[in-house]
């Protein structure tokens, strides 16, 4: 008889090969893969850990959903890497959730770093972020930070799969 911790192991493994593979892929991260995911962590949440663990489940949720909602559009990232990442923390409880979701950040940003790099774009990528922080801060005008880029897309599921696997693997 397999372990909750072992159910949560696969459902995660599913989740983030699948999540990898559709946005690599197609450029998208489907609901009919993360709302189920979701739905899978609060159960299995309440079935490791009662009323606490769901509301861990809950908290990390919780958590993903203001940062993203926060964060997330002047940062360009989509609804389908939010979702993934709120499924993330209903498998894996606000603690993990918060690491998981630092180390993502840090992976994401040397993932962003290398493809500038890659299309020769870190000069014109960071005198456009300037120019955008500029007139969004000093001069109040609304401005979202990637407008006027060269149309790079970085695909976060990667960063988030790397985030979440490191942090399982520096949790043992």
């Known amino acids: ?8 192991l696969a459902v995660l493994t599913v989740l983030l090969g ?13 609901n009919k893969l993360t ?6 962590g609060l159960a299995l949440g ?33 609804g389908g890497d ?4 709120m499924a993330v923390a209903s498998l894996v409880g606000f603690k993990l959730a918060v690491w998981s979701m630092l ?4 992976i994401g940003g040397v993932l962003a770093l290398v493809m500038m790099a890659r299309y020769r774009a870190m000069l014109s990528t960071t005198k456009n972020l300037a120019t955008n922080l500029y007139l969004s801060l000093a001069l ?10 060269k149309g790079m897309k970085v695909r976060y599921s990667p960063a988030i ?12």
């Open 46 to 78: 309440f079935a490791g850990g009662g009323i606490s663990g769901l509301l861990q489940s809950l908290a990390g949720i919780g958590l993903v959903l203001a940062l993203y909602l926060i964060l997330a559009p002047k940062a360009g990232v989509g």
């Open 35 to 40: 709302l189920p995911c979701i739905a899978a």
């Open 18 to 30: 699948v999540a990898l593979y559709t946005d690599l892929r197609y450029g998208k991260i489907y």
């Open 103 to 106: 180390f993502s950040a840090v």
């Open 82 to 85: 939010a979702k993934l990442m």
């Open 140 to 149: 109040r005008v609304p401005t979202e930070l990637s407008s006027g880029s």
């Open 1 to 8: 008889m397999p372990t909750i911790h072992t159910i949560v």
């Open 161 to 172: 799969a790397l985030g979440t696997l490191l942090v399982l693997l520096l949790k043992q």
